[in-house]
């Protein structure tokens, strides 16, 4: 069975910087697209940034230069760190996995950006 579990959420001051993480499990990890997408009230979830098995990283535009996604196979895990946090990064943040057809999410960690 695929577990995705996702830590590291919870609320930041603009400016500030958290880190999440996600443990994988039940999938052969390294061969897999690991990503990070957010969901804000209201709003479609949407694509925060993604690494392919071979290193390759791809960031939405609102991310680039503030966020970095990294994985550690050896760990089956995924992180996003996440910095100089503005207000409008608040969302609840998935982990995905993706080989072909197969599709996997966690099942979230909160995030809120707040002074």
């Known amino acids: 069975q695929v577990q995705l579990v996702e830590s590291g959420g919870g609320l930041a001051q603009p400016g500030g910087s958290l880190r999440l993480s996600c443990a994988g499990a039940?999938?052969?990890?390294?061969?897999?697209?690991m990503g990070w997408y957010r969901q804000a009230p209201g709003k479609q979830r949407e694509l925060v940034a993604v690494i392919t098995g071979s290193g390759i990283t791809t960031y939405a535009d609102p991310v680039k230069d503030r966020f970095i996604i990294s994985r550690e196979n050896a760990k089956n895990t995924v992180y996003l760190q996440m910095n100089t946090l503005k207000p409008e990064d608040t969302a609840v943040y998935y982990c995905n996995s993706r080989l072909f057809a197969q599709n996997y999410w966690g099942q979230g960690t909160q995030v809120t950006v707040s002074s």
């Open positions: 039940g999938i052969i990890f390294s061969i897999y697209t």
